[in-house]
């Protein structure tokens, strides 16, 4: 069993993989929820934003360029897009693997529901 996202990483799920350099991968949500969704992130476990310490600052900062380099490879930057995190039960969380939803190609409500 074990993390989902880790095993995606580890391609021992299948995912439709868009995007990966060293410290991030990124791939289509297998439930997308808008024309563009893809799920970018970083190679390393971390179960959320609640776990983020000092030593993550790297990571999470190479988490957003990255991100951007996909909004841009997606051809999103000149409508917009949205990146969404998601922690916790209240906001819907439900893979334990720090992720950045980015979402684009459709008008996006705001606030979200
Ligand atoms: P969360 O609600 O935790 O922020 O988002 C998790 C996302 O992962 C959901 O949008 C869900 O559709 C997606 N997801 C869940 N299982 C899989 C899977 O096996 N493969 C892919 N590509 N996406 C998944
Ligand atoms: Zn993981």
Redesign the pocket.
Known sequence: MGC??CN?VEKK????VVYEDENTVA???????APT?V?IVPRKHIPGVRALSHEDEQTIGQLFVAARKVAHQEGLEANGYRL????GDA??????HI?V?ILGGRDLAWPPG
């Open positions: 989902l996202f995606i799920v299948p995912a439709t791939f289509r949500d297998i439930r997308p929820v969704h799920l969404v995190v998601n922690d906001a819907g969380q439900t893979v334990h992720h939803h």
